[in-house]
């Protein structure tokens, strides 16, 4: 019998740190899709960005201050880093299309996003229902395909950027625009091995 309760509210901390994935990661594509709309996009990922960054500090915080914890402290830090990490990269993303002055799209762009779109969707459906160990192992193998979907695309898109040339500078920026959705969404597949973990260990 346990004689102190386990803090659930970690459950809640983190679905909220995943629904700001799937708000950051939707406004990317949105981004790719109306680069006309480039400003007020970027603006309102930099606020999920850092309502992100908030709750992991909250959820950083609080395994200090629980007697118990839902599992283990480690695997809450290391969600918790995985799932903002993630943000951080779609914020990158979002500030370098800024930077770079992006007025017109690529499709390979609106594609790989689009796919990172759906990869934060399976990461929010995982932790939401980190609890069941078979849900968990279905999403996780779900984002193994996505990211695989993901860097097809990045492959031939940047087979196609080099072999088109043309200007240089343009070149370089679309370069590193694909290199970071692809980031990202490397970086989902690892929140997905996160989770895996934690299943398996409290299975």
Aim: proline residues 2%; glycine residues 4%; negative net charge.
């Amino acid at each position: 019998m346990r004689i102190l309760p386990r803090d659930e509210k970690f459950y809640d901390l983190f679905t909220e740190l995943a629904i700001r994935l799937t708000s950051s990661a939707n406004l990317l594509h949105e981004m790719f899709l109306s680069p006309g709309e480039l400003q007020a996009k970027v603006s309102t990922i930099k606020e999920l960005e850092h309502e992100a960054d908030n709750l992991t500090h909250d959820i950083i915080d609080r395994i200090d201050r629980t007697f118990v914890t839902p599992f283990d402290r480690e695997d809450i830090h290391a969600l918790a880093s995985e799932l903002d990490d993630v943000i951080d990269l779609i914020d990158g993303t979002a500030r370098r299309a800024t930077i770079f002055r992006i007025q017109q799209t690529r499709p390979a762009a609106v594609v790989l996003a689009e796919v990172l779109a759906r990869a934060a969707a399976c990461v929010e459906e995982g932790v939401r229902d980190m609890k069941s160990a078979k849900h968990v192992y279905a999403i996780s193998e779900k984002l193994k395909t996505l990211e695989e979907e993901g860097d097809a695309v990045y492959h031939e898109a940047m087979g196609k950027l080099f072999a088109e040339g043309g200007d240089a500078l343009e070149v370089i920026k679309w370069k590193d625009l694909y290199d970071k959705i692809e980031d990202a969404l490397d970086q989902c597949e690892d929140v997905g091995n996160v989770l895996q973990s934690i299943a398996l260990k409290n299975a």
